[in-house]
């Protein structure tokens, strides 16, 4: 699997999933800087995973968060592995995850593609770099 995505969602809040494993899941990333870069209001993302066969966040400690808690931990992403399972690391545990497919949506709804995502973070990151990030 793939980490692409994920390491695209650098910086990005895990803050809701939904679903059941096995099957779909629904997961919404808030991402502000990154979402700004799409049109509309919204501050993130909707990726849904198709034949979610595993998803496991554990935290340092050992503990395991069940999916539907996941609100209430809001793991930051910031780097992941390539797997089976794929291995997503957030400030505090790991995210682990195997699925068939990927679809993602701006929260408004509006399906976008991986290769759309990629091309809004590298214009984020450019302009960051050049200075666009500091004020005055």
Not at 51 to 57: D, R
Request: proline share 7%.
């Amino acid at each position: 699997m793939d980490p692409m995505l994920w390491n695209l969602f650098h910086d990005g809040v895990l803050t809701r999933a939904e679903g059941a494993v096995p099957g779909e899941v629904r997961l919404f990333i808030d991402i502000p800087y990154l979402r700004a870069k799409f049109p509309g209001k919204g501050a993130g993302f909707d990726v849904v995973l198709s034949e979610c066969s595993k998803l496991s966040l554990v935290m340092r400690g050992g503990s395991v968060i069940a999916l539907a808690d996941i609100r209430y931990i809001k793991p930051e992403i910031l780097s992941a592995e390539p797997g089976p399972p794929l291995k997503i690391f957030c400030e505090g545990g790991t995210l682990t995850l195997q699925y068939r497919s990927v679809e993602l949506f701006v929260d408004s709804g509006a399906p976008i593609t991986l290769q759309e995502l990629d091309a809004a973070s590298e214009a984020y990151w450019t302009e960051w770099e050049a200075g666009a990030h500091r004020d005055g």
